[in-house]
């Protein structure tokens, strides 16, 4: 997050909505990230670093760093994807139906930007049953332990 371009739609503390125009979106994105946020594109299985990750800390939107999912709540699915049993709030991300490529599927966006992040299935681990299987590609990760130091250099900063 350490990119100018990108400080205009990226703020971890900001909750009012980011809404920008697809080109726009593709000025500030990775075409990695543009391809899953914007056009609901899906990463190959098995390729994102967080997919195994079992480091402890939060998980956050890499379009607009609104806080997705706490690493705790990160399970081994075995599907290719990082996978959660619950969002970090029940405003941190919004549904949809995708009926696309003629399966029945809830869609998960973002509930600051609207970027796709991938589907919830109903075959997950208590306590939730839920599975949110997500696209490690729009996922920006913080160490609790980082978030701890820069949290304290700010209030000292104060
Ligand atoms: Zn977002």
């Known amino acids: 997050m350490d990119n100018d371009s990108k400080d205009l739609a990226n703020s971890n503390t900001d909750t009012d909505k980011v809404v920008l125009s697809n080109e726009e979106w593709k000025k500030i994105l990775s075409p990695e990230v543009y391809h899953v946020a914007r056009e ?3 990463e190959r299985p ?4 967080y997919e195994d990750s079992k480091e402890i800390g939060t998980y956050y939107c890499a379009v607009c760093g609104n806080a997705l999912f706490e690493s705790d709540t990160k399970f ?12 970090i709030s029940k405003g941190s991300v919004i549904y949809a139906n995708d009926t696309a490529y003629g399966m029945k599927r809830t869609e998960v966006m973002c509930g600051k930007c609207n970027s796709h992040l991938g589907h919830v299935f109903e075959d997950g681990p208590p306590p939730t049953g839920l599975r949110y299987c997500i696209n490690g590609v729009v996922l920006d990760f913080e160490k609790a332990k980082e978030a701890e130091e820069k949290y304290n250099a700010e209030q000292k900063e104060k």
Do not use: L, Q
């Not at 098995?46 to 670093?49: D, E, H, I, Q, V």
């Not at 699915?77 to 619950?86: A, D, L, T």
């Open 40 to 42: 609901k594109g899906t």
């Open 46 to 49: 098995w390729t994102s670093k």
């Open 76 to 87: 081994e699915s075995g599907c290719g994807w990082p996978s959660f049993y619950k969002p």
